[in-house]
């Protein structure tokens, strides 16, 4: 898979959701290719922006889209990443400031 496939079947997905790819298409496509290693390195695509442990189990809650998504999306416009952000984050309705970390410690120590 490519890239652009993964990011074709990730958007097809995700809009109906109301998650839209950040609106920079070549970071997007970078975080497409990260997501693809990380699959290709850990058996499953976790999350570009933060370490994985290796083991699945652990790093449920960072599979990408991550388990903290929703509450990133909904508080500030974007996830952690700045992968998936509102309509009106691309829009420009929304400040893009940082997005603080919302995994708590105990899950990062590995």
Known sequence: ???????DALKKVQEPKGYFFNKDREFV???MQA??????RYGYMNCPCRLASGDRSKDADIICPC???AADVAQYGAC??????SA????????NE???????PEKMAF
Do not use: F, H, Q
Not at 98 to 104: D, F
């Open 1 to 7: 898979m490519t890239p652009r496939e993964l990011y």
């Open 29 to 31: 496509l970078d975080m």
């Open 35 to 40: 997501l693809l290693t990380n699959k290709e």
């Open 67 to 69: 388990a903290y998504r």
């Open 80 to 85: 952690y990443c700045a992968l998936y952000v």
């Open 88 to 95: 009106a984050w691309n829009e420009g309705k929304l400040p």
């Open 98 to 104: 940082y997005v603080p970390e919302r995994r708590p």
